[in-house]
C-alpha cells in the first residue's frame, strides 16, 4: 500500500518560497499512469488543487496559482517537490501530497504558516 509523507519548514516569512517534499513509499512515482499532487487546505476553507507532476514528469497547474507554483521530483529518491514563490498570509494552509489515479491516496499533510 502507498504511503506519502510531506515535509518541509512550518513556518515561512512573506515574500519566500515555500518549499515542501513528499516522500512516498510502496509504490513508484514513476509508475503508469499515476499522478502526484500538492493539494492545500486554508484554514476555515475548504480544498485547493495546486497542480500535479505525471508519472512521465509532465506537469499540470491550477491557472489562479500557476505563476507562483513549480513541481518537481526525485526519481532516485522516490520523491515529488513543490515550490511556492512570493508567499503570502494567504498561503497558510495544511499542504497535502496525494496520488491521484480513479481516486486519491493522501498523505497526512503539514501545516504551513506564512507570518512575519
Known amino acids: 500500500q502507498v504511503q506519502l509523507q510531506e515535509s518541509g519548514p512550518g513556518l515561512v516569512k512573506p515574500s519566500q518560497t515555500l518549499s515542501l517534499t513528499c516522500t512516498v513509499s510502496?509504490?513508484?512515482?514513476?509508475?503508469?499512469?499515476?499522478?502526484w499532487s500538492w493539494i492545500r487546505q486554508p484554514p476555515g476553507k475548504g480544498l485547493e488543487w495546486m497542480g500535479v507532476i505525471a508519472y512521465d514528469g509532465s506537469t499540470y497547474y491550477s491557472p489562479s496559482l500557476k505563476s507562483r507554483t513549480s513541481i518537481s521530483r526525485d526519481t532516485s529518491k522516490n520523491q515529488f517537490s513543490l515550490q511556492l514563490s512570493s508567499v503570502t498570509p494567504e498561503d497558510t494552509a495544511v499542504y497535502y501530497c496525494?496520488?491521484?489515479?480513479?481516486?486519491?491516496?493522501w498523505g497526512q499533510g503539514t501545516q504551513v504558516t506564512v507570518s512575519s
Open positions: 510502496g509504490g513508484s512515482i514513476t509508475t503508469s499512469y499515476y499522478a
Open positions: 496525494a496520488r491521484e489515479y480513479s481516486d486519491y491516496d
